[in-house]
Antibody
Framework: EVQLVESGGSLVQPGQSLRLSCAASGFTFNTYAMSWGRQAPGKGLEWVSG????????YYADSVTGRFTISRDESKNTLFLQMNSLRVEDTAVYYCAKSLSSYVTDGFDIWGQGTMVTVSP | DIQMTQSPSSLSASVGDRVTITCRASQGINNYLAWYQQKPGKVPQLLIH???TLLSGVPSRFSGSGSGTDFTLTISSLQPEDVATYYC?????????FGQGTRLEIK
């Protein structure tokens, strides 16, 4: 069964850092691009960042560029999102998602259940 | 950056109705468009990619069309289990922007 399981969400103060993880199973991890998306409470979906299947190419939304870093560990079949200088507006459920191909620029056919990040003074 | 605008923002229809949701890109994106369904309290699910390609397992009452800047998602005969928020997403290039969503309810 193809599965994505996120972890690492927490309550933090503005300016602090957090590292999210997404454990993948049931597919050949290094064949597919992966992305992080988020959804603030009661709001719509927002794409945050993506990384190609090879890991060579990374992409970010303007709202997180310079603060967030996406990476992947093929030996552990795990996707990461390092989030620094967190802001109140980063509060959301964070999802990891698998692309249909090795390209970030593709649809997302598998989503994890999400992990909640709350940034509050 | 390219903006994605969905209409309507919310929609109420009866079981058996034909429902159409539109998505407009501020610039041409060829057919690099996906549609997702998010049921209340659930994770988004991909319905359609490449504007009109139905994902395996998705009921055939769902269909997508369009290219360039204007796209539509159609449900040919609305079912109670279709109550959800629907999102379009462009993926021709980063950022992979979502539309603001269309909330679909049963009348």
């Amino acid at each position: 069964e193809v599965q994505l399981v996120e972890s690492g969400g927490s309550l933090v103060q503005p300016g602090q850092s957090l590292r999210l993880s997404c454990a993948a199973s049931g597919f050949t991890f290094n064949t597919y691009a992966m992305s992080w998306g988020r959804q603030a409470p009661g709001k719509g979906l927002e794409w945050v960042s993506g990384i190609s299947g090879s890991g060579a190419n990374t992409y970010y939304a303007d709202s997180v560029t310079g603060r967030f870093t996406i990476s992947r560990d093929e030996s552990k079949n795990t996707l990461f999102l390092q989030m620094n200088s967190l802001r109140v507006e980063d509060t959301a459920v964070y999802y990891c998602a698998k692309s249909l191909s090795s390209y970030v620029t593709d649809g997302f056919d598998i989503w994890g259940q999400g992990t909640m990040v709350t940034v509050s003074p | 950056d390219i903006q994605m605008t969905q209409s309507p923002s919310s929609l109420s229809a009866s079981v058996g109705d034909r429902v159409t949701i539109t998505c407009r890109a501020s610039q041409g994106i060829n057919n690099y468009l996906a549609w997702y369904q998010q049921k209340p309290g659930k994770v988004p699910q991909l319905l359609i990619h490449a504007a009109s390609t139905l994902l395996s397992g998705v009921p055939s009452r769902f269909s997508g069309s369009g290219s360039g800047t204007d796209f539509t998602l159609t449900i040919s005969s609305l079912q109670p289990e279709d109550v959800a928020t629907y999102y379009c997403q462009k993926y021709n290039s980063a950022p992979l922007t979502f539309g603001q969503g269309t909330r679909l309810e049963i009348k």
